[in-house]
């Protein structure tokens, strides 16, 4: 064999060595992906489910008490979409991130939403279920620039954000109900909008900026105030209470101490609302009743909310009830409802002894909703009608809206009422 044929082998086979040829200890390892951030509105939005989408893998996470997430995807790459489901009422909030590299920040914020629909040109819930490869062509880090500039145009005269260099990667530390004032200016801004900008008006920016359409211009014209209610119409039994809620918009640069919003009862008989926090509670007497919202700072602007009270009254409307089981109940004599009343206080040092309820006219039903994360959950029985064959009976859990503060504490709640004694079936109907 000539010297050079050897040559021509030892390198034939130290080629196929370089190639892998000695084993798996050669292969290179799958790229990771490392996708982290915080979703926040002005607070953290903790204990949140939220999924990610990137090229080549997708993946899920629950969100920390700040708010904080990290996904790690193996053969995953940018660019990504991020989705975060708000606990309170179930909405959505997405993000966008484009360029290169082992690892992003993604945070998820209104912010993050108003600019993720100008770069799809969609509506983000849509974008997000049906991302692929087309889809992420659409995010290019020019395209996300150019819409933070677009996003930043249409909120002059609202908030000012063009201090942030990145909506979907500058730093951001949310406030917490156990830290309310612990956020960092980032988070700050989003209290700011959060303020100004009403849940219609962020709705009706979100469709105007998935449509593509020329956005308006920027230069803001004479200040429109707004004042809207929730709920505008409501059911509820003689005695029970509802917090009213209102959101307004304020002139540029002007902050208050509170919000500007008053409550009034307008029937004389009509029940008592707390006029600083809404707390409606309704008569003692069935009928229809309204309560008027003002705003302090606009007085001639006013909104109502249309009360309908129903025969039931109210025994016991707490958020920390001693039974922690989901569970509906109907009493109808003396010593079932002291042992009900018993395991509902107990855990309470010095309960107070059950409301007198005169079993020969009347009966008790309860909703008991099981635990929930925080103490702003409530559970209303709307509604008791007698009908032909059966007592009708309506409630609703009410959660806390996303821009709310509420205590961190397990909640158990609860409506107890009394209602005309019937031998008639009773049916227990949730309403949304």
């Excluded at 953290?44 to 990290?70: E, F, M, R, W």
């Excluded at 889809?135 to 609202?158: D, H, M, R, W, Y």
């Excluded at 109210?314 to 009900?340: K, P, Y």
């Amino acid at each position: 064999m000539s010297v050079n044929r050897l040559f021509l082998i030892s390198a034939l086979a130290s080629s196929l060595a370089a190639c892998g040829g000695g084993g798996d200890a050669d292969l290179p390892s799958n790229p990771t992906l490392t996708l982290s951030g915080t979703a926040a509105v002005g607070l953290a939005v903790a204990n949140a489910p939220l999924k990610v989408k990137c090229q080549g893998g997708s993946g899920t996470a629950t969100t920390g008490a700040d708010g904080s997430y990290t996904v790690k995807l193996a053969n995953g790459s940018l660019p990504c979409a991020v989705e975060v489901q708000l606990p309170a009422d179930g909405g959505k909030l997405h993000s966008v991130v484009a360029g290169t590299g082992a690892s992003a920040v993604a945070n998820v914020t209104p912010l993050t939403e108003l600019q993720a629909a100008r770069v799809t040109r969609k509506d983000m819930a849509a974008f997000f279920d049906g991302y692929d490869a087309a889809a992420a062509k659409l995010l290019t880090p020019v395209a996300l620039k150019n819409a933070q500039v677009e996003v930043t145009s249409l909120l002059t005269g609202t908030v000012d954000t063009t201090k942030l260099k990145d909506f979907v990667a500058d730093p951001l530390k949310a406030a917490t109900p156990a830290n309310p004032t612990g956020g960092d200016a980032h988070d700050k801004l989003l209290d700011q909008l959060r303020a100004k900008l009403s849940k219609e008006k962020f709705k009706e920016m979100v469709t105007l900026l998935a449509s593509g359409k020329p956005l308006p211009d920027p230069a803001p014209g004479p200040f429109q105030p707004v004042l809207e209610v929730q709920p505008t119409t409501l059911s509820l039994g003689m005695g029970s209470t509802r917090y009213l809620l209102a959101s307004i918009n304020y002139p540029d640069g002007i902050f208050y101490i509170r919000q500007p919003v008053s409550w009034s009862v307008v029937e004389a008989d009509g029940g008592k609302v707390d006029a600083i926090s809404g707390l409606y509670t309704a008569p003692m007497k069935p009928g229809t009743y309204h309560v008027r919202a003002t705003r302090d700072d606009y007085p001639a602007v006013v909104k109502l909310v249309t009360v309908t009270v129903t025969l039931h009254q109210s025994l016991e409307q707490t958020s920390l009830s001693g039974i922690t089981m989901a569970r509906n109940l109907v009493v109808d004599n003396a010593s079932s409802w002291v042992n009900l009343w018993a395991d509902h206080t107990r855990g309470q040092s010095n309960p107070a002894p059950a409301p007198a309820v005169d079993f020969d006219k009347d009966m008790v039903v309860a909703v008991f909703t099981g635990t929930r994360p925080l103490g702003c959950y409530a559970v209303t029985i709307t509604r008791t009608e007698l009908l032909a064959n059966k007592l009708r009976v309506e409630y609703q859990e009410n959660t806390p809206p996303s821009d709310v503060v509420c205590t961190t504490v397990i909640a158990s709640p609860a409506h107890i009422v009394a209602v005309p004694r019937t031998t008639l079936p009773v049916e227990f109907v949730a309403n949304p």
